[in-house]
């Protein structure tokens, strides 16, 4: 079983930039890929950003690439997604997810098991 909780959400103008959070609970999160997503009201939940086990692969949507960066640091259980240069596009509930299977480069939300609650990011013009 593993827990998920985002944090770091806030109000931020264009050109700002944030920094989520995810920490995760269980032993088996060093084991999988990890992915962020988002999703805005009236859309569907779209992939952000993915990092395999060990962190040395990973890849992001077309949108955000160059602006946002993925992390994470095994030893305190933790992912995390630097945001900058904001636009009022990526205001969105943002959600971390644990990959579902071994293996990394997964995009699709079914392909993830675990997720958090969402943490809020709005980005003002």
């Known amino acids: 079983q593993v827990q998920l909780v985002e944090s770091g959400g806030g109000l931020v103008q264009a050109g700002g930039s944030l920094r989520l959070s995810c920490a995760a609970s269980?032993?088996?999160?060093?084991?999988?890929?990890m992915g962020w997503f988002r999703q805005a009201p009236g859309k569907e939940r779209e992939f952000v950003a993915g990092?395999?086990?060990?962190?040395?692969?990973?890849w992001y949507a077309d949108s955000v690439k160059g602006r946002f960066t993925i992390s994470r640091d095994n030893a305190k259980n933790t992912v995390y997604l630097q945001m900058n240069s904001l636009k009022p596009e990526d205001t969105a509930v943002y959600y971390c997810?644990?990959?579902?299977?071994?293996?990394?480069?997964?995009?699709?939300?079914?392909?993830?098991?675990?997720w958090g609650q969402g943490t809020q990011v709005t980005v003002s013009s």
């Open positions: 997810a644990k990959d579902q299977a071994v293996g990394a480069g997964r995009r699709r939300p079914n392909e993830y098991d675990y």
């Open positions: 269980g032993r088996t999160f060093s084991s999988y890929a």
């Open positions: 990092i395999s086990w060990g962190g040395g692969m990973t």
